[in-house]
Antibody, heavy 120, light 108 residues
Framework: EVQLVASGGRVVQPGGSLRLSCEAS????????VHWVRQAPGKGLEWVSL????????YYADSMKGRFTVSRDNNKNSLFLEMTSLRSEDTAFYYC?????????????WGQGTLVTVSS | DIQLTQSPSSLSASVGDRVTITCRASQTMSSYLNWYQQKPGRAPRLLISAASSLQSGVPSRFSGSGSGTEFTLIISSLEPEDFATYYC??????????FGQGTKLEIK
């Protein structure tokens, strides 16, 4: 069974940093690209970042470029999102989601989300 | 970037109703359109990819159609478990992987 389990969310002060993790199981992790998607409370979905299966290629939404860094450790079946210079508008649930890798490349499996709250 | 506009933003309907949700794109994108369902407190779930391809395990009352700039999600006969928020998403011109603003389907 494919599973993605996100963790690391907590309350952090404005300007602070945080590292989120996503542990994958049930599939060959390094064969798939993985995304981060976020959702502010009561709001819609916003794509954050993508990392290729081998970790060589990374992509970011414009509002996160330079502040967020995505990485992965394929030996540990884990994905990470390093977030710096956090702002109140970064408050959201952060989901990791697997890229299907075929067809129209939908996000076919999602983790349960981890809540990041940026507040003083 | 491709912008996606869903209509309506919210919808009240009854069990057994037929429901149509539309997603319009700011530029043509072939059939690179996916639909997700999200229930409160849960992660999104992929329903339909490539505009009309139903994912394994998704009930056949769900269907999708469209290409180019206009896409439709239809639920042919609402069941109680279908009350949720639905999002379209484009994977044609990426990144970014844009989502529509969502359509909240509520019980009348």
């Amino acid at each position: 069974e494919v599973q993605l389990v996100a963790s690391g969310g907590r309350v952090v002060q404005p300007g602070g940093s945080l590292r989120l993790s996503c542990e994958a199981s049930g599939f060959s992790f390094d064969d798939f690209a993985v995304h981060w998607v976020r959702q502010a409370p009561g709001k819609g979905l916003e794509w954050v970042s993508l990392i290729s299966g081998d970790g060589d290629r990374t992509y970011y939404a414009d509002s996160m470029k330079g502040r967020f860094t995505v990485s992965r450790d394929n030996n540990k079946n884990s994905l990470f999102l390093e977030m710096t210079s956090l702002r109140s508008e970064d408050t959201a649930f952060y989901y990791c989601a697997r890229d299907s890798g075929s067809g129209t490349y939908p996000f076919d499996y999602w983790g349960q989300g981890t809540l990041v709250t940026v507040s003083s | 970037d491709i912008q996606l506009t869903q209509s309506p933003s919210s919808l009240s309907a009854s069990v057994g109703d037929r429901v149509t949700i539309t997603c319009r794109a700011s530029q043509t994108m072939s059939s690179y359109l996916n639909w997700y369902q999200q229930k409160p407190g849960r992660a999104p779930r992929l329903l339909i990819s490539a505009a009309s391809s139903l994912q394994s395990g998704v009930p056949s009352r769900f269907s999708g159609s469209g290409s180019g700039t206009e896409f439709t999600l239809i639920i042919s006969s609402l069941e109680p478990e279908d009350f949720a928020t639905y999002y379209c998403q484009q994977s044609y011109n990426t990144p970014p992987y844009t989502f529509g603003q969502g359509t909240k389907l509520e019980i009348k």
